[in-house]
């Protein structure tokens, strides 16, 4: 899939919340719905202040030209080994000077991400939501156990179809005894344009899609599934340290 409507998918959920990236969502609607893309969505994607200096460090680090390549909007969203590219130091510098959470944290908060840096953090979409807790795009306040569940790129593997109505078996991220983990699988109902994109059309039984913010993003693969799993869990890891 074209890297740039790869990303539109994965940014569609929250940008129609108007929580992150341009108000532009009926636009970027249009795209998803025709399945293509063009240089006015990346525009579109350019303008998310969070998302697109994540790409632009994941591919600088990977001597990748485009942000956008299909490599680098994967690292980002589900994981890929590209991620293990990023130096400390350049990952550290794309916080505070990319996104530039030293002027938007309280100094010790700053001071926690630097030492979860050095315990093995990565630039994966999962550290953003549950390790930074401050939600950033055009809500700046924290995040609460629902809002990171909605958030985090989450995945099911489809029980049932029932027209736009998709069942899924899924993992809930959870709070007890103090900690953050996944929930054993609990069934989910999400719900799905009716003019989907072909591999959302046609879901069956056993697909495993991801969701962001209860949006269908993709159809991925078991060895995918597995990637998302285990960056999720890294960083749910090292949230609990600071909880």
Not at 56 to 83: H, M, T
Request: proline share 6%; charged share 25%.
């Amino acid at each position: 899939m074209d890297g740039v409507l790869r990303c539109s998918r994965y940014s569609f959920g929250p940008n129609r919340l108007h929580y992150c990236g341009p108000d532009r969502n009926r636009e970027m609607l249009q795209y998803l719905r025709a399945d293509a893309s063009d240089p006015g969505l990346r525009g579109m994607l350019e303008q998310f202040s969070t998302l697109y200096p994540y790409l632009q460090r994941i591919a600088q680090s990977n001597r990748i030209p485009d942000p956008f390549d299909e490599r680098v909007v994967e690292a980002y969203w589900i994981g890929n080994d590209l991620l293990e590219n990023v130096s400390r130091q350049s990952f550290f510098e794309h916080l505070r000077d990319g996104v530039r959470l030293k002027d938007r944290m309280k100094g010790k908060e700053f001071d926690r991400l630097g030492d979860k840096i050095r315990l093995g953090a990565l630039p994966h979409h999962s550290f953003h939501v549950l390790d930074v807790w401050l939600r950033t795009g055009h809500v700046e306040r924290e995040h609460t156990i629902e809002s990171m569940d909605n958030c985090r790129i989450s995945w099911g593997t489809v029980a049932h179809v029932a027209g736009p109505n998709i069942t899924l078996m899924s993992e809930p991220l959870r709070y007890e005894n103090g900690k953050l983990s996944l929930s054993a699988p609990e069934k989910k109902t999400v719900i799905r344009a009716l003019d989907a994109p072909p591999d959302l059309e046609q879901l069956e039984p056993g697909n495993i899609i991801t969701l962001h913010w209860n949006v269908p993003c993709e159809v991925i693969t078991p060895a995918q599934a597995a990637a998302l799993r285990k960056y999720t869990i890294r960083h749910l890891q090292l949230a609990n340290l600071t909880l």
